[in-house]
């Protein structure tokens, strides 16, 4: 009889004892961050582009061919040789090309100001002929795993088209461009413009380059 008194006096006793032991680790718990948010915050951050560009920096030998009449069904291609140098404006935030080309059917002679947007982390780029001496509607993008998409919509022939231009397979010393037109809405897309540089490699070629990185950590003719 004693011990079952005795028992049932310990039992709230030692309950009573392991809650004001166990109660500031219960509170560390709850209090405790869920770090897995913000894991997944950062990983979702988009990524700075803004020296996505610095392995163009210099002066390029360029091989380019241009499909006349493009979303007419036409496959008549010209062909053009020339040079491209692209310089740093803004110390690297954006980056200016120069495109000197000639062929069989006459030349192109452009430029390309590429500005990065620190908010939007993306790329647009402003292309304009010296034929037309004005900007082009800018195509807007971004690098991801080195390879660059850029898009917009414009009027070919009285009609809405997208375009789309990409930059790829960028090495040390070259590197691939491709311009397509939509007229579906991007379910299908004609190739129009392609062009491959390679790197002069001289001292002043060095220079224009300041050191700048190899290729784009996420990466106009």
């Known amino acids: 009889m004693k011990k079952t008194i005795l028992l ?21 718990a709850q209090q405790k961050p869920d770090t897995s948010k913000n894991t997944s915050q950062i990983s979702n951050s988009p990524r700075d582009g803004q020296r996505d560009f610095d392995f163009e920096i210099g002066t390029w030998k360029t091989s380019l061919k241009r499909l ?75 690098f991801k795993n080195g390879r660059g998409e850029f898009f917009d919509q414009e009027t070919l022939n009285g009609r809405a088209i997208l375009v789309r231009f990409v930059i790829s397979d960028i090495t040390k010393n070259s590197c691939h461009f491709e311009q397509a037109f939509s007229d579906d809405g991007g379910k299908t897309w004609e190739v129009n413009w392609i062009a491959t540089d390679t790197r002069v490699k001289d001292e002043s070629d060095k220079n224009a380059r300041n050191s700048a990185a190899i290729t784009p950590t996420g990466n106009d003719d």
Not at 12 to 20: F, M, R, S
């Open 8 to 28: 049932k006096t310990a039992f709230p006793l030692l309950a009573g004892i392991l809650a004001v032991v166990l109660l500031p680790y219960s509170a560390i």
């Open 68 to 142: 006349l009449n493009p979303l007419t069904g036409s496959t008549k291609w010209v062909e053009y040789e020339g040079t491209t140098v692209v310089r740093k404006v803004w110390n690297g935030n954006a980056n200016l090309v120069e495109l000197d080309v000639s062929g069989s059917a006459g030349s192109i002679k452009a430029l390309s100001l590429r500005l990065y947007n620190p908010e939007s982390h993306q790329w647009s780029l402003n292309f304009a002929n010296a034929g037309g001496g004005v900007m082009a509607a800018p195509t807007i993008g971004e």
